[in-house]
């Protein structure tokens, strides 16, 4: 069945360069969540999509990144500038109301992204 | 600040019960326990959840503590594809948009 994917899957950026990651939730999935996963460490969270809003971004760790969710479905992960620390997998997950209680949230692969 | 305390690593035998613990002393009362685990290169999987009576799915049981301070996900035949990070997380059951906080997890090994 269709879970949901991210691409790319790898990505390489000198530092500097800007880069977009894309989400593709599961389909009828209200809720969008981004994390991010360092090398040996839990995923932490970014931000929070409910529909096309943004409803949370307190994991943002700089105005260099950015999120959007215009149609309430595809997500992408901007990253402008980036830095050696924003090496990292970049994690997708979606759920379908997001409420608690058994709602668990569904991952993608997620994004390798490496800044040389 | 953690909220759940696992241990880092933890070996299984193949076929054998896998037994992972976890802690969660600061537990409030409008939060359940949940278990995620990540196979190697891949996302978090969910595999089971509970508020306080213990919990039995296709993957996994999850046995709560009476005081819930303290919890134990059970894999009761583990295999090797079981080999992952087992992570316990705490989360309010009453907010739209409950992110996952996750800790550091436990990395079983299962071995043949």
């Known amino acids: 069945g269709a879970g949901v994917s991210q691409s790319p899957r790898y990505k390489v950026a000198k530092r500097g360069q800007d880069v977009a990651l894309r989400c593709d939730p599961i389909?009828?999935?209200?809720?969008l969540f981004w994390y991010q996963q360092a090398l040996g460490q839990g995923p932490e969270f970014l931000t929070y999509?409910?529909?096309?809003?943004?409803?949370?971004k307190s994991g943002l760790p700089s105005d260099r990144f950015f999120a959007e969710r215009p149609e309430g479905s595809v997500s992408t992960l901007k990253i402008q500038r980036t830095q050696q620390e924003d090496s990292a997998v970049y994690l997708c997950?979606?759920?379908?109301?997001?409420?608690?209680?058994?709602?668990?949230?569904?991952f993608g692969p997620g994004t390798r992204l490496t800044v040389l | 600040d953690a909220k759940t305390t696992q241990p880092p690593s933890m070996d299984c035998a193949e076929g054998r019960a896998a037994n992972l613990p976890c802690n969660h002393s600061?537990?409030?009362?409008?939060?359940?326990v949940y278990w995620y685990r990540q196979i190697h290169s891949q996302g978090p999987q969910y595999i089971i959840h509970g508020l306080k009576n213990n919990e039995t799915n296709e993957m996994a049981s999850l046995i709560i503590t009476e005081d819930r301070k303290s919890s134990t996900l059970i894999l009761p035949h583990a295999t090797l594809r079981d080999t992952a990070v087992y992570y316990c997380?705490?989360?309010?059951?009453?907010?739209?948009?409950?992110?996952?906080?996750f800790g550091g997890g436990t990395r079983l090994m299962v071995k043949p």
């Open positions: 997950a979606s759920s379908f109301l997001g409420t608690g209680s058994g709602d668990e949230q569904f």
């Open positions: 997380i705490v989360r309010p059951f009453n907010n739209a948009g409950n992110m996952l906080t």
């Open positions: 600061t537990i409030s009362r409008n939060e359940y």
């Open positions: 389909s009828g999935h209200v809720s």
């Open positions: 999509f409910q529909n096309e809003a943004q409803l949370d």
